[in-house]
């Protein structure tokens, strides 16, 4: 299949249009209009031979059709009377003759934008049958981004700054209304380092470590990922809130059964569509059943049983959004080959709702002296409890602060040893990319 542009050489080159500024519907009328570029202007053919059928990119369930009641010229779903043979006059001018009732051609009435087009009898005289046919230009895309999530790096759906990427933005004692299990951490916090080896460590270095502690727990199994996640917590310590990318954490993700999942799934969608338009991606990646199809295709999480010894869990759990990128893309004639890349990411922070899921698992949890491996082991059967942890210490060291400055709001862009950030995954493996040479 090719596509192709219809034009009437008795019409002021205007090209063959499908009348709607809408979704195609059965007998939507055809007629000649001005260019607009647009898929009611594009058509989808095997080929200029006999017994074709020539498809509206619009919606390629429907083609040109004769409407026996007055012969008139409409799209309408697969029959008889949406079959043409092409009949060569030289130089890509074609007259389009009715396969089922050959005494009957493509005609159009009228020379201005908007003349309607109908089946009629031979008119040797007569430019209203003749049409030129042009093979629209091959298709070549170096890089097209044609999907995000609704959530996007650091913004939630609506466009405003992620609740998990805000910091030194509570008071104590919003934070202590939280949970208890912040206060205790915020005591320890503020006392002076303690050399002693009886009483239980306090100060900053002592919260730190007690969060260093989930890299041991939680991140065993593969020593790769354990070199990963102590460094996404340095990071996070060190306060530079840039982007975090890590090869180790790219391929562990990458080869995880939830990220082959969705790029299989998302992959299919782009197929399906790059085929029902023939390779004409710019005209439908904008669509709204397009994009719609892509949202409705789950975001990878890793939270299986070896997930929470992994390191994916801790590090990652679920991702917050991710992108889709066309590159190299080539359409030519009826084949396609291209590499679709995926760039994945996820806040190492936390919001509100967080804190109150690990202060709700259990009572137990209030008052208990904020031990994370104490908590950890009381709560194992949670699934997401040390993630849910992780990140409500986070929340602890983004407004460590404002313990210090006792009720006073702390604002953004204060001086700050913690910072929240966001880490990225990308994946540019060809085994992700479309088929070569894949058949349009």
């Not at 053919?45 to 007055?70: D, E, P």
Request: one cysteine or more; hydrophobic letters at 35%.
């Amino acid at each position: 299949m090719a596509t192709y542009k219809i034009v009437s050489n008795g019409g002021n080159g205007l090209p063959l249009n499908v009348e709607t500024t809408s979704t195609i519907s059965g007998r939507t009328n055809v007629n000649i209009w001005k260019d607009t570029g647009s898929n009611d202007q594009k058509w989808s053919i095997n080929s200029l031979g006999t017994s074709q059928q020539v498809r509206t990119l619009n919606n390629t369930a429907y083609m040109l059709n004769a409407y026996r009641t007055n012969w008139n010229c409409d799209v309408y779903t697969s029959n008889s009377d949406t079959y043409v043979n092409f009949v060569s006059q030289g130089n890509n001018v074609y007259l389009i003759q009715l396969n089922s009732d050959k005494t009957k051609y493509l005609t159009a009435t009228g020379t201005a934008s908007g003349s309607n087009v109908v089946w009629q009898a031979r008119n040797t005289s007569s430019a209203a049958q003749k049409w030129k046919i042009s093979k629209l230009s091959d298709l070549n895309i170096s890089n097209l981004k044609i999907f995000q999530t609704y959530t996007s790096p650091g913004k939630s759906a609506d466009g405003s700054v992620a609740p998990d990427m805000t910091y030194n933005d509570k008071t104590k004692s919003q934070l202590l209304s939280l949970s208890p299990v912040l206060s205790d951490e915020a005591s320890i916090f503020d006392m002076p380092p303690s050399s002693s080896t009886v009483l239980p460590p306090q100060g900053p270095q002592a919260v730190k470590d007690h969060m260093m502690k989930l890299v041991s727990m939680f991140a065993t199994t593969d020593p790769a990922m354990t070199t990963v996640a102590k460094a996404m917590f340095n990071h996070f310590l060190d306060g530079t809130g840039s982007v975090y990318r890590n090869s180790t954490l790219t391929q562990r993700a990458k080869n995880h059964s939830k990220t082959q999942e969705m790029v299989t799934k998302t992959k299919n969608i782009i197929i399906k569509y790059i085929k029902q338009y023939d390779g004409d991606i710019r005209s439908f990646y904008q669509n709204t059943a397009f994009q719609k199809e892509l949202h409705d295709v789950p975001n990878p999480y890793f939270s299986t049983k070896d997930d929470r010894s992994n390191g994916l869990q801790i590090c990652v759990n679920q991702v917050w959004g991710y992108s889709i990128t066309l590159k190299n893309f080539r359409c030519t004639g009826s084949t396609f080959s291209g590499t679709l890349s995926y760039s994945l990411f996820d806040h190492f922070g936390l919001d509100d709702n967080d804190v109150e899921k690990i202060y709700g698992l259990s009572s137990s949890v209030h008052g208990m002296y904020c031990n994370t491996i104490k908590i950890a082991r009381v709560h194992t059967n949670h699934l997401f409890l040390t993630w849910i942890l992780m990140y409500h210490l986070v929340v602890l060291f983004k407004s460590t602060a404002c313990c210090k400055q006792k009720n006073s709001v702390i604002q953004r862009k204060t001086a700050t040893l913690w910072w929240p950030f966001f880490s990225e995954i990308r994946l540019f493996c060809r085994k992700y990319g479309l088929p070569n040479q894949g058949e349009i």
